[in-house]
Nanobody, 122 residues
Framework: QVQLVESGGGSVQAGGSLKLSCAAS????????MGWFRQAPGKEREGVAA????????RYADSVKGRFTISVDNAKNTVYLQMNSLKPDDTAMYYC???????????????WGQGTQVTVSS
């Protein structure tokens, strides 16, 4: 069973930066792609970024392109989300996910973490 544990969330002022981490444990053959999603109160969970853990291919939501960077350290079984130039609209619970498709849709992922809160104040 794959387990994902997020960390690195917190409160920051607009324009600031945060780096989220997601540590994975369990069978590595259970997934090839990892992604970050976010969900604000009253809104649907949306895909933010995804990465192919073997080759580095990435995808980003238009709303974060140029500001967020997803990366992976396979030696540590950890995926990161570097978030720069944060905006109040980025405030949400951020979730890590693992699956078999390089996608940004919730249904494309099989395993989920518990989430880490990011709050951006103006």
């Amino acid at each position: 069973q794959v387990q994902l544990v997020e960390s690195g969330g917190g409160s920051v002022q607009a324009g600031g930066s945060l780096k989220l981490s997601c540590a994975a444990s369990g069978p590595g053959y259970s997934y090839s792609y990892m992604g970050w999603f976010r969900q604000a109160p009253g809104k649907e969970r949306e895909g933010v970024a995804a990465i192919w853990t073997s080759g580095g291919l990435t995808r980003y939501a238009d709303s974060v392109k140029g500001r967020f960077t997803i990366s992976v350290d396979n030696a540590k079984n950890t995926v990161y989300l570097q978030m720069n130039s944060l905006k109040p609209d980025d405030t949400a619970m951020y979730y890590c996910a693992a699956g078999w498709i390089l996608g940004l849709l919730r249904d494309e992922y099989n395993y989920w973490g518990q989430g880490t809160q990011v709050t951006v104040s103006s």
